[in-house]
């Protein structure tokens, strides 16, 4: 399993995360991120994509 | 341990020449991470002129601007995968040769390498003026650019910002937002026309002057006042603007003198191919010899063959892992990276994919242009790029178009 953070403060909700890693993160109805806490092992090539390339660098992978 | 006359030893010693990767920022950074997620175990060494380890470049003129600048708040997190990366900081590579695989720094040091990356980047252009030696004077590109004009961005001082292109329109809503007096120089017809189109940059014209920052279009400087500090700006049409800091984010000169002399097109970035490999002036490539993020000049087959430089945050890691891909033999098909933008501006978000710069209609195709709106950009009927202020998922919607 991997825990997920995401610094809210940071994030600008610009989702490019989404592309990234679909199964872990979202944007709502509302344009907000939205992501899931933990994830399967699976996931870890696309959710360091998705650290790559969110503009605020705000994810983390804390394990 | 095999003394120096062991033969094992000097074949290894011939053999191992790293991947010389010469740029320690975002380019670099990713390239490194890249050839190790690539497969790539050999060893791999980084040049960079700046002090700092890999930081993000966008804070500067934002968020981290508006706040306080320090290395903390702007470091990329550094990987397990990069650890025996070996930085060599702080330290300028004066040329390369690139018949003989070496590069050469500022301290006389010979780097041999079995394979470069090109990763140097832009510098800001300066404004040249006669009366020029002076204080007060500003460019903001790097870490260390933006904690000297932190310093000076007081409530009530007056800013001069001369460029209205992304840089110096994100500086001028921070300082406004600090509370200082704000006016904005440039030459074109609406601050950052080039790349957003004549709607939305006048729209942005207008946002930036409802904030009370004072916008003066088809102007430029033609000198500066001042004994030992900038105290004024003088334009063109004759009237002095009175200064205590001047912002100069008038475009950008390519870091490439170093690789003068060895038949390269540099007359615009690094000329490469698609997968890019700097070529030579009579267009075959350098088969060890790459180029990476905004000194890349590039054919991208998803708009023709131009090769464009893409100034964008997302062409270092995209160029980076295509680099890693072709070095390993795992590149598979044309490279088609999407260029995608953001800026913030007060509470303005903006949003774009594509190439914006080439279209020739735009279109609003969803909001209200004095709100949340997004527009179409097309060539030849054909969307190339699409851009909103807020409405990501609108926006987003939009980019398989360019796939
Ligand atoms: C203030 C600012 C705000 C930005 N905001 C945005 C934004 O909102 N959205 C967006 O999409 N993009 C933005 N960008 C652009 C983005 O940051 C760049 O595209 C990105 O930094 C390019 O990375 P790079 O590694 O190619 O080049 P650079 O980051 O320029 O790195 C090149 C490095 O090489 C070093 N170097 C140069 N010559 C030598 C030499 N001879 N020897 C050794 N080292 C050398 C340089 O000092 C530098 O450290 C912004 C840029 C700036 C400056
Ligand atoms: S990419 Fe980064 S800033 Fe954008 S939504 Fe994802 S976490 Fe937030």
Not at chain 2, 173 to 200: F, I, K, N, Q, Y
């Amino acid at each position: 399993m991997i825990k997920i953070d995401v610094d809210m403060a940071k994030c600008q909700h610009y989702g490019q995360c989404v592309f990234e890693a679909p199964n872990v993160f979202e944007l709502n109805n509302d344009d907000k991120l939205e992501y899931t806490a933990t994830a399967d092992d699976s996931e870890r090539a696309n959710i360091e994509a998705a650290i790559d390339v969110c503009p605020m660098q705000a994810i983390r992978i804390v394990e | 341990m095999p003394d120096a006359g062991d033969p094992h030893r000097r074949i290894a010693t011939l053999m191992v020449h790293p991947v010389l990767i010469v740029g320690a920022s975002m380019g670099g950074l990713r390239t490194a991470e890249a050839l190790r997620r690539f497969g790539y175990s050999g060893p791999i060494t980084a040049i960079g002129d700046e002090p700092h380890a890999p930081y993000n470049r966008p804070p500067l003129s934002k968020a981290v601007l508006a706040e306080s600048v320090s290395h903390e708040a702007v470091a990329f997190e550094q990987r397990d995968s990069t650890a025996d990366v070996n930085w060599i900081l702080g330290v300028r590579v004066n040329s390369a040769d690139l018949e003989h695989n070496v590069v050469t720094d500022s301290n006389g040091e010979v780097h041999p390498f079995s394979a470069l990356v090109i990763a140097t980047g832009l510098r800001p252009r300066r404004l040249s003026v006669s009366n020029g030696e002076l204080r007060g004077r500003h460019a903001v590109r790097t870490l260390d650019d933006a904690i000297a004009l932190r310093a000076e961005l007081k409530p009530g001082a007056r800013v001069v910002i001369v460029g209205a292109g992304f840089i110096g329109c994100e500086v001028a809503a921070t300082a406004r937002t600090l509370g200082c007096d704000v006016t904005v120089v440039a030459p074109g017809t609406h601050p950052m026309h080039r790349s957003l189109g004549t709607e939305l940059a006048s729209e942005m014209q207008r946002r930036h002057e409802s904030k009370g920052v004072v916008i003066r279009m088809k102007t430029s400087v033609t000198d500066l006042v001042g004994e030992s500090s900038v105290e004024g700006v003088i334009l063109d049409d004759g009237t002095t603007l009175p200064c205590d800091v001047l912002v100069e984010a008038i475009g950008s000169h390519q870091n490439t003198e170093w690789l003068e002399g060895n038949d390269l097109d540099l007359s615009a970035g690094v000329l490469a191919d698609n997968d890019l490999r700097a070529l030579r002036r009579n267009g075959t490539p350098w088969d060890n010899v790459f180029v990476v993020g905004d000194v890349a000049r590039f054919p991208n087959p998803a708009y023709d063959d131009e090769a464009r430089q893409i100034e964008h945050w997302n062409i270092p890691t995209e160029t980076a892992k295509r680099v890693a891909q072709v070095f390993t033999g795992q590149a598979h098909g044309a490279f088609r990276p999407i260029p995608s933008f953001w800026t913030d501006q007060y509470d303005n978000h903006l949003l774009a994919y594509g190439v914006l710069s080439i279209a020739d209609d735009v279109t609003l195709i969803e909001g209200d242009v004095t709100g949340d709106c997004v527009f179409g950009y097309y060539r030849s009927g054909k969307m190339v790029g699409v851009c909103g202020i807020g409405m990501r998922s609108v926006v987003q919607s939009h980019r398989t178009n360019f796939v």
